[in-house]
Nanobody
Framework: QVHLVESGGGLVQPGGSLRLSCAAS????????MGWYRQAPGKQRELVAV??????????NYADSVKGRFTISRDNAKNTATLQMNSLKPEDTAVYYC???????????????WGQGTQVTVSS
């Protein structure tokens, strides 16, 4: 079994910054993509940012709405991913979920896992 635990959400004023962290633990052989998704009330879950595995840090991809404001990074040795969010806007308010595609150390199968979510509220 694999568990993803997010931390770092909270309330911030428009223009402020937050840093979200995701830690993966359990029966992990390797982790492929790691990503952050968000879901606002009444809306579908959407991709925010994703980072591939890679010795040099991996390739990143961002939703157009967060490009230039958010930065995703990962530490392969620690099985963690971080989302640095700057210049936050009220429309960034949502529950943010960490996602990881993990190859199990027990079965070698690939599976997608989700964290429990962390609330980010941008409001004055």
């Amino acid at each position: 079994q694999v568990h993803l635990v997010e931390s770092g959400g909270g309330l911030v004023q428009p223009g402020g910054s937050l840093r979200l962290s995701c830690a993966a633990s359990g029966s992990i052989l390797s982790i492929n993509n790691m990503g952050w998704y968000r879901q606002a009330p009444g809306k579908q879950r959407e991709l925010v940012a994703v980072i591939t595995s890679g010795v040099s840090g991996g390739r990143t991809n961002y939703a157009d709405s967060v490009k230039g404001r958010f930065t995703i990074s990962r530490d392969n040795a620690k099985n963690t991913a971080t989302l640095q969010m700057n210049s936050l806007k009220p429309e960034d308010t949502a529950v943010y979920y960490c996602n990881a595609v993990v190859r199990s150390a027990m079965t070698t199968y690939l599976n997608k896992y989700w964290g429990q979510g962390t609330q980010v509220t941008v409001s004055s």
